[in-house]
Every structure is written in structure tokens, then in C-alpha cells.
């Protein structure tokens, strides 16, 4: 079975610190992406990576960003955390293949005070 | 754009009811479709996934349709169990690079 795990799955902070979610993922698969769930907003893309040290911004890159030093770990990155960053996030990964499925972790739930 | 729209928001049903989920989308340059099931608190769950040449994909219960043309997908679910209640999520893949776009969701809710 294809496995995603999230370094934590709870998390409080304090605004203007510097947080790290981690994402791995055992299937060596090319593509990794976050997301982030809002009630009434849906997910949405913040960042995607096809390749180790290759990146995209996805919808809502604004105050994020990421780090791919190897294939199967994918990290997002707050560098100066702010209460609009309190969300779900979600990590997902799949093959570099249009008709491939994506795959995701448990999820983050960050909380920034 | 594409936007991806599911109806209806909520959903309260009886167990041992059979259902539909719906799910509409603006492009039909689409990939595939892929539903989702998200308990709460947790992350997504793949159910199904449908190529954009396909009609429909089966898993146990569940049955999941693909109209391109008219930018529509259905999941039906049958004989429905209090297990089954959760958030059920579409997503399209399309684009240059791959991007799923998600709909809000559909709560559903069955009583034992």
C-alpha cells in the first residue's frame, strides 16, 4: 500500500515563529504537493514538487515555502507564522503520470496563536 | 479556470437508503475524476478513480460515473450504513501540470 505520513498531525505555534511540516512518502513517486483545507474554502494547492530540488507555486504560495533535498520527502515551510496560517494541511504524492491517482497523508492540523 | 461544484453541500439519510452524489465541472479537458472520502479530523481517502475515456468504476457499494461532455460525474452509494457517513470529495486532473481542483464537499449523514 502506498504510504504518505505528516510529521505531526497536531500542531500549535506562536505567531512569528519559523514551522516545519514534513511529508514522506514510500512509493518513489516523482510528484509531491500541499495543500491546505479552510471550511467553506476547500482545498487548495500551495506548493508542488516534480522532481528532487524542483518546485511549482500552486494557487496560494504567499507566506509558504518548500524544500525537496530528496525524493521522497517534501517539506512546507512558514518562515514567520501568522494566525491566517492556522488550517489543515495536506500532504499528497503521486507519479509523474496524467493517469495516475494521488495519495494522501493524515494531515496537519496547525494551529498559530 | 476550472471549478468543480458538488451538490448537495449536505446529505441526511435513513441506513439502508441508496444514494447519489453529484459533481460538476466547467472544463471537460480533464485527465480523470477521483472521489474521495475525508473523516473528520482526518485526511482523504481515495475511493475511485475514473479516466476521462471511462464511464464508470466500481469498488463494493460504490459506483462512480463519468459524463465528459456534460462536465458531470456521480458516486452511488448502495445500501448505505452509518459507517459510510463522512465528507465525500471530487477532484479533476487536467492541465499542464497535473493539478487536481477540488470541490467543497458533500456531508453526508446516515442514520442507523
Known amino acids: 500500500d502506498v504510504k504518505v505520513t505528516q510529521s505531526s498531525r497536531y500542531l500549535v505555534k506562536r505567531t512569528g515563529e519559523k514551522v516545519f511540516l514534513e511529508c514522506v512518502q514510500d512509493?518513489?513517486?516523482?510528484?509531491m504537493f500541499w495543500y491546505r483545507q479552510d471550511p467553506g474554502l476547500g482545498l487548495r494547492l500551495i506548493y508542488f514538487?516534480?522532481?528532487?530540488?524542483?518546485?511549482e507555486k500552486g494557487d496560494i504560495p504567499e507566506g509558504y515555502s518548500v524544500s525537496r533535498e530528496k525524493k521522497e520527502r517534501f517539506s512546507l515551510i512558514l518562515e514567520s507564522a501568522s494566525t491566517n496560517q492556522t488550517s489543515m494541511y495536506l500532504c499528497?504524492?503521486?507519479?509523474?503520470?496524467?493517469?495516475?491517482?494521488?495519495?494522501f497523508g493524515p494531515g496537519t492540523r496547525l494551529t498559530v496563536l | 479556470k476550472q471549478e468543480v461544484t458538488q451538490i448537495p453541500a449536505a446529505l441526511s439519510v435513513p441506513e439502508g437508503e441508496n444514494l447519489v452524489l453529484n459533481c460538476s465541472f466547467t472544463?471537460?479537458?480533464?485527465?480523470?475524476l477521483q472521489w474521495f472520502r475525508q473523516d473528520p479530523g482526518k485526511g482523504l481517502t481515495s475511493l475511485l478513480l475514473?479516466?476521462?475515456?471511462?464511464r464508470e468504476q466500481t469498488s463494493g457499494r460504490l459506483n462512480a460515473s463519468l459524463d465528459k461532455s456534460s462536465g458531470r460525474s456521480t458516486l452511488y452509494i448502495a445500501a448505505s450504513q452509518p459507517g459510510d457517513s463522512a465528507t465525500y470529495l471530487c477532484?479533476?486532473?487536467?492541465?499542464?501540470?497535473?493539478?487536481?481542483?477540488f470541490g467543497k464537499g458533500t456531508l453526508l449523514t446516515v442514520n442507523p
Open positions: 499528497a504524492s503521486s507519479l509523474d503520470y496524467p493517469f495516475h491517482e494521488q495519495f
Open positions: 512509493m518513489d513517486h516523482e510528484n
Open positions: 514538487s516534480y522532481d528532487v530540488k524542483m518546485k
Open positions: 472544463d471537460s479537458a480533464i485527465y480523470n
Open positions: 475514473i479516466q476521462s475515456s471511462q
Open positions: 477532484a479533476v486532473k487536467g492541465g499542464s501540470n497535473y493539478k487536481l481542483t
